[in-house]
């Protein structure tokens, strides 16, 4: 099982600031399987970046993904008041599918 | 517009059964694979299973295998999960997702259904 650990656990970051996120997998994530999701709190997951570094339609320029193997990396360039949730990891290419467990990005 | 749309849960005394639904439109159903994903109050999200197109091929979490089936209906554009000998840990949102192929990302999720295990 691949396990995704994400740093830090929690970012406290003002508006305008860049938020650089981690996720690092135990063993190396085939083809570069990894997402990127955002949950609000209330609501469902959603995905925002996938093969490591393509956003998803519609996904403001501010977000990016970058990594290969077994380091990966979200930014968010300047972080907007909707901005601010908690952010998953996961790898998809091999079973079982496994998730990090989360970095949430706060309000400073 | 894509869209899954979960049902069926509730409260459960421990080692009893539910069964979950999840109705998609705006896509060709049987053409994507589906997965369920939990998240236990205050916690992270965990894969719980997932099954091709075609249903042929099924995947479960180690948690939940010998436990759990998910199965679909492509004539009722709905996705299942039938839980059994349920436990306390069983507890979570419940979501659905597209997940078009094995190795693809979800999109979209639904907005999940509660299960709460009693013990």
């Known amino acids: 099982e691949i396990v995704l650990t994400q740093s830090p656990g929690t970012l406290s970051l003002s508006p305008g600031e860049r938020a650089t996120l981690s996720c690092r997998a135990s063993q190396s994530v085939s083809s570069s399987y990894l997402a990127w999701y955002q949950q609000k709190p209330g609501q469902a997951p959603r995905l925002l970046i996938y093969g490591a570094s393509s956003r998803v339609t519609g996904l403001p320029d501010r977000f990016s993904g970058s990594g290969s193997g077994t380091d990966f990396t979200l930014t968010i360039s300047r972080l907007e008041p909707e901005d601010f949730a908690v952010y998953y990891c996961q790898q998809y290419g091999s079973s079982p599918l496994t998730f990090g467990g989360g970095t949430k990005v706060e309000i400073k | 517009e894509v869209q899954v749309l979960e049902s069926g849960g509730g409260l459960v005394q421990h080692g009893g059964s539910l069964r979950l639904s999840c109705a998609a439109s705006g896509f060709t159903f049987s053409s994507y694979g589906m997965a369920w994903v939990r998240q236990a109050p205050g916690k992270g999200l965990e894969w719980v299973s997932g099954i091709s197109g075609s249903g042929g091929t099924t995947d479960y979490a180690d948690s939940v295998k010998g436990r759990f089936t998910i199965s679909r209906d492509s004539s009722k554009n709905t996705l299942y999960l039938q839980m059994n000998s349920l436990r306390a840990e069983d507890t979570a949102i419940y979501y659905c997702?597209?997940?078009?192929?094995?190795?693809?990302?979800?999109?979209?999720w639904g907005q999940g259904t509660l299960v709460t295990v009693s013990s």
């Open positions: 997702a597209n997940q078009q192929y094995s190795s693809s990302p979800f999109d979209p």
